[in-house]
T-cell receptor, first 116, second 113 residues
Framework: AQSVAQPEDQVNVAEGNPLTVKCTYS??????LFWYVQYPNRGLQFLLK??????LVKGSYGFEAEFNKSQTSFHLKKPSALVSDSALYFC??????????????FGSGTRLSIRP | DVKVTQSSRYLVKRTGEKVFLECVQD?????MFWYRQDPGLGLRLIYF???????EKGDIPEGYSVSREKKERFSLILESASTNQTSMYLC????????????FGQGTRLTVV
């Protein structure tokens, strides 16, 4: 069965420092991986995705993520954090074996807090 | 831009009431989803639909049903609301294609008293 884990409930970073939000996954086929962000009392916004190709994926708001097949990880990164990056971040995975109608599985979320 | 609109931001309902949560998308997407979000549990899939009148159970369908009579609209129904259904409900839609992302509505925070 496919699954995704976000091992940290909360990540605290000082503004201007690099940040990493961790995600590991488990699927049987090749993974399709996604990162979403949720601001307070809002729905989820798409940040970036990995389908195939280059292991480093660039997305919105200066975020990027690195796909590592051997470690089954897809960590979200940003070189220099902003206070406005403070939000709840979700990693998600879909198994490529299934049709396009199949479901996407989400992690439990990581709250990112950037202090000024 | 894709727009997914949920009919209510906040709802307060009484135990035992039948509750309807409505979701409309404007991008002609085949796939639509209902999730509930609870602290520490992430997003859990309740039901999804891959075509008009077609539906499949997600991970936590108990106490819920859905309706998709038109392609753009996907309704979540709580047959008899209970306090343990107090939660944030999120609707999403996604087009066909194996790697496409989902687009989410703004969420409905439902409180059952």
């Amino acid at each position: 069965a496919q699954s995704v884990a976000q091992p940290e409930d909360q990540v605290n970073v000082a503004e201007g420092n690099p940040l990493t939000v961790k995600c590991t996954y488990s699927v049987s086929g090749n993974p399709y991986l996604f990162w979403y962000v949720q601001y307070p009392n809002r729905g989820l916004q798409f940040l970036l995705k990995y389908i195939t190709g280059d292991n480093l994926v660039k997305g919105s708001y200066g975020f990027e993520a690195e796909f590592n097949k051997s470690q089954t990880s897809f960590h979200l990164k940003k070189p220099s954090a902003l206070v406005s990056d403070s939000a709840l971040y979700f990693c998600a995975v879909r198994d490529s074996r299934y049709s396009s109608a199949s479901k996407i599985i989400f992690g439990s979320g990581t709250r990112l807090s950037i202090r000024p | 831009d894709v727009k997914v609109t949920q009919s209510s931001r906040y709802l307060v309902k009484r135990t035992g009431e039948k509750v309807f949560l409505e979701c409309v998308q404007d991008m002609d997407h085949e796939n639509m989803f209902w999730y509930r979000q609870d602290p520490g549990l992430g997003l859990r899939l309740i039901y999804f639909s891959y075509d008009v009148k077609m539906k499949e159970k997600g991970d936590i369908p108990e106490g819920y049903s859905v309706s998709r009579e038109k392609k753009e609209r996907f309704s979540l129904i709580l047959e008899s609301a209970s306090t343990n259904q107090t939660s944030m409900y999120l609707c999403a839609s996604r087009g066909t294609g194996t790697g496409v992302e989902a687009f989410f509505g703004q969420g409905t925070r439902l409180t059952v008293v």
